[in-house]
């Protein structure tokens, strides 16, 4: 397997635009973690997946913030309208359940000027 | 609210140096520790797991600690290498109903000097 796939590594856009990022974790796994890393506040959770259903969202930091996961090999993350402070590197992890346990992908640097 | 610390934020030592990287918690009701390395670029890569009730896990040259109810644990590099660079971050894992979070320290980022 090629482990978790992130697309697009880097990405730079406008303030006010959408933004989309995505992710295809690792064949068989049931669980899929969005995560955010910033200087400021290092890896925080945003919102956690567990057989395609979002089971919390809690760490989404606003309703700008939006993640679905249609089916078990691909999930998307989308913030609309993009902000600078939403400048950072979001990581996405599966595994088969056990965060301990799960796989993370080489991120997408988002720089939003 | 659990809170992870970790200092130094950064450190260079010269190769073949022992070093210790330290991790500090709020909540000592954690359900195990976890030591990550996050190469530049790269996501993060698990190098040890210590359960609640273990006090140390080893790999190789790496010895991490866990001192539950003083909230600490540390990670020990022995005879440091140039490849050891890389940012390192520990993570606690909460048992009970919130046992798929991690909250993760902001992390040390090592440098070793040839």
């Known amino acids: 397997d090629a482990g978790v796939i992130q697309s697009p590594r880097h990405e730079v856009t406008e303030m006010g635009q959408e933004v989309t990022l995505r992710c295809k974790p690792i064949s068989g796994h049931n669980s899929l973690f969005w995560y955010r890393q910033t200087m400021m506040r290092g890896l925080e959770l945003l919102i956690y997946?567990?057989?395609?259903?979002?089971?919390?969202d809690s760490g989404m930091p606003e309703d700008r913030f939006s993640a679905k996961m249609p089916n078990a090999s691909f999930s998307t993350l989308k913030i609309q309208p993009s902000e600078p402070r939403d400048s950072a590197v979001y990581f996405c992890?599966?595994?088969?359940?056990?965060?301990?346990?799960?796989?993370f992908g080489q991120g997408t640097r988002l720089t939003v000027v | 609210k659990q809170e992870v610390t970790q200092i130094p934020a950064a450190l260079s030592v010269p190769e073949g140096e022992n070093l210790v990287l330290n991790c500090s918690f709020t909540d000592s009701a954690i359900y195990n520790l976890q030591w990550f390395r996050q190469d530049p670029g790269k996501g993060l890569t698990s190098l040890l797991l210590?359960?609640?009730?273990?006090r140390e896990q080893t790999s190789g040259r790496l010895n991490a600690s866990l001192d539950k109810s003083s909230g600490r644990s540390t990670l020990y590099i022995a005879a440091s290498q140039p490849g050891d660079s890389a940012t390192y971050l520990c993570a606690v894992k909460l048992g009970g109903g919130s046992n798929y979070k991690l909250t993760f320290g902001k992390g040390t980022l090592l440098t070793v000097n040839p």
């Open positions: 997946f567990n057989n395609n259903v979002p089971i919390d």
């Open positions: 992890a599966s595994s088969l359940g056990d965060p301990t346990e799960a796989f």
């Open positions: 210590i359960q609640s009730s273990q």
